[in-house]
Nanobody, 121 residues
Framework: QVQLVESGGGLVQAGGSLRLSCTASGRTFISYNMAWFRQAPGKEREFVAAINWIGLRPYYADSVKGRFTISRDNAKNTGYLQMNSLKPEDTAVYYC??????????????WGQGTQVTVSS
């Protein structure tokens, strides 16, 4: 069992930056690939970024490519999403997820509760 806790969300002006963290309990974090998803009000959850278990092969949704960076520190059982040049359309609840799958599938096994990111214009 892995429990994930996201943090780092908040209110930021357009053009600003935030760094989200996803801290995992247990010693199996290193075994899993990791991804970030988001869900805006009234919209379906969508893929944002993914990275494999060793921190290689980052993969991004077109909407965030060049602005967001996914990374992880397995020694700290923590994953990150650095978000730069934020836009109002990035406003959403952001979720981290881990599992044996990879890429933009939603079949990750474990999910966090989410952290709110609000970007004002």
């Amino acid at each position: 069992q892995v429990q994930l806790v996201e943090s780092g969300g908040g209110l930021v002006q357009a053009g600003g930056s935030l760094r989200l963290s996803c801290t995992a309990s247990g010693r199996t974090f290193i075994s899993y690939n990791m991804a970030w998803f988001r869900q805006a009000p009234g919209k379906e959850r969508e893929f944002v970024a993914a990275i494999n278990w060793i921190g290689l092969r980052p993969y991004y949704a077109d909407s965030v490519k060049g602005r967001f960076t996914i990374s992880r520190d397995n020694a700290k059982n923590t994953g990150y999403l650095q978000m730069n040049s934020l836009k109002p359309e990035d406003t959403a609840v952001y979720y981290c997820a881990v599992g044996r799958v990879a890429g933009d599938t939603e079949e990750y096994r474990y999910w966090g509760q989410g952290t709110q990111v609000t970007v004002s214009s």
